[in-house]
């Protein structure tokens, strides 16, 4: 793929990723686990769309693949959206 496609980048533009987890203490649980990981600065949750969404900023490249592990670990998928809207 690419650098960009495969990694969260630094920046304030962030990563959108959708998730089946539908209650909100489920939410927070992933973004409890993501904040865990090194470099991870920031996690939005976004409880207004269905499925729900949730945007992850960080201070390094992080690859999108430890992520996705990281949310699995409690359950849940993480799948990264596009890289930028169009």
Not at 35 to 54: A, W, Y
Not at 68 to 78: D, K, P
């Amino acid at each position: 793929m690419s650098i960009l496609t495969d990694n969260v980048i630094p920046g304030n533009h962030g990563k959108i990723f959708g998730t089946n987890a539908i209650k909100y203490l489920d939410l927070l649980e992933i973004k409890a686990c993501l904040l865990k990981l090194d470099g991870v600065k920031d996690v939005l949750l976004n409880t207004n769309l269905f499925p729900r969404e949730f945007t992850v900023h960080t201070s390094k490249m992080i690859p999108v693949s430890a992520i996705e592990y990281q949310v699995r670990s409690v359950g849940f998928h993480a799948i990264p959206k596009e890289v930028f809207e169009l």
